[in-house]
T-cell receptor
Framework: GAGVSQTPSNKVTEKGKYVELRCDPI?????LYWYRQSLGQGPEFLIY????????DSGLPNDRFFAVRPEGSVSTLKIQRTERGDSAVYLC????????????FGEGSRLTVL | AQSVSQHNHHVILSEAASLELGCNYS??????LFWYVQYPGQHLQLLLK??????LVKGIKGFEAEFIKSKFSFNLRKPSVQWSDTAEYFC?????????FGAGTRLTVKP
């Protein structure tokens, strides 16, 4: 596609449920980032992929959060046993490679945990 | 810890006023610096970036930013704002893989 695509755009779930958020990056982009943005805050780094491997997952808040990118393209962010504090907009961004620096963002997936 | 600070949370200006938004970073090495903008209901878009060379960089829509290494700053400027500049502005700094964003500055331009 022309841009970074994220689905779903909105997700409402109950506390304790499992959630998957999907990101389809721009074709050919090897680097893929996940960020989380809470109201009134800037994007908070979660994890970064270069190709299929997670090059840096130091931003994942705890072991309930996990992300994969099995074929080096689409990525899925997985959240287990969701908590109300997980409510935020989850942003995905992609880039040609780590050295170009410019990230292209998707529109985000808004997660609400009731 | 590496961080990016934006001094102004919310700035309100009238059209044609000049704009300067502050940004400071705490990275110690060679950093790449960015300003992103998020218009209401839209995704984050790149305004401008600094990698090396001339510390005064020009971006889209008349925006510019100056990298001052001694002050660890990368302030965003525009000589004359327009109503359509109403948006949220984010400064970001990248050191190798680590790209961090500031908390953002909301700009409201009154017509």
């Amino acid at each position: 596609g022309a841009g970074v695509s994220q689905t779903p755009s909105n997700k409402v779930t109950e506390k304790g449920k499992y959630v998957e958020l999907r990101c389809d990056p721009i074709s050919g982009h090897t680097a893929l980032y996940w960020y989380r943005q809470s109201l009134g805050q800037g994007p908070e780094f979660l994890i970064y992929f270069q190709g299929t491997g997670a090059a840096d997952d130091s931003g994942l808040p705890n072991d309930r959060f996990f992300a994969v990118r099995p074929e080096g393209s689409v990525s899925t962010l997985k959240i287990q046993r969701t908590e109300r504090g997980d409510s935020a907009v989850y942003l995905c961004a992609s880039s040609w490679d780590i050295n170009t620096g410019e990230l292209f963002f998707g529109e985000g997936s808004r997660l609400t945990v009731l | 810890a590496q961080s990016v600070s934006q001094h102004n949370h919310h700035v309100i200006l009238s059209e044609a006023a000049s704009l300067e938004l502050g940004c400071n970073y705490s990275y110690g090495g060679t950093v790449n610096l960015f300003w992103y903008v998020q218009y209401p209901g839209q995704h984050l878009q790149l305004l401008l970036k600094y990698f090396s060379g001339d510390p005064l960089v020009k971006g889209i829509k008349g925006f510019e930013a100056e990298f001052i290494k001694s002050k660890f700053s990368f302030n965003l400027r525009k000589p004359s704002v327009q109503w359509s500049d109403t948006a949220e502005y984010f400064c970001a700094a990248r050191l190798v893989n680590d790209m961090r964003f500031g908390a953002g500055t909301r700009l409201t331009v009154k017509p």
